[in-house]
């Protein structure tokens, strides 16, 4: 996608914000939403350093934005995985508080190519969910075509999020594939590869990857 250039007036802030939602995506998937500043921006797809807990116990992680430039919030959102920062997450309430920094991050997107194809496993969507909510929010012609692998279908965070999306914006297609389908599974299976690419987006010689 698009490097940050020096010239790109975007500010790197440290400040204390306040929790206004958390969403459970999926059994082992959620999302907290902070109140945003209005001095704060950053662009589609950058990320923020986190740190939660008081002075005697903080536990700090970088986290890309899942929320889109173009929403009121900031969104992170992570798998839970029982590490400490997890924990710590997963334990939030609305009106909890928290220290971000940022934005940071080289991949970013806002229109720079006519053609575009995303890869994502898992969790790693965060920051795609970002470039694709801003496109579409803002009435982009980008062409976005994004496989999306998960484990079992019953773990795909924001695809409620991404059909709405398709129903939005005709120049975003969403392919997903579970690499351990349950018996009643009937799309694509296994990981993602050049044969998978190859015969779910045909003019893909023609996108940027």
Known sequence: MSPVSSETSIE???????????????????????????????LPGQWISVTLGNENEQKTKPLSLSSSTTEDFLE??????????????????????????GPFGNLTFQGDYDKICMLSGGIGITPLR??????????????IALIYSNRYENNIAFE????????????????ITITKPSPSWKGLTGRINRKMIEETVHDYADRFF
Do not use: W
Not at 21 to 42: A, E, L
Not at 130 to 143: E, P, W
Not at 160 to 174: C, G, I, W
């Open 160 to 175: 409620d999020d991404f059909k709405k999306m398709q129903t939005l914006n005709p120049n975003f297609k969403m392919i």
């Open 130 to 143: 970002s470039m694709i909510c801003y496109s579409t929010a803002k009435g982009l012609k980008t062409d």
């Open 12 to 42: 790197i802030l440290q400040f204390e914000t306040d929790v206004i939602r958390v969403i459970q995506r999926t059994n082992d998937v959620k999302s907290v939403r902070f109140k945003k500043p209005d001095r704060f921006n950053y």
């Open 76 to 101: 992170i959102t992570k798998r839970l995985t029982g590490h400490d920062f997890s924990t710590a997450l997963e334990i939030l309430e609305v009106g909890d508080k928290a220290l971000l920094e």
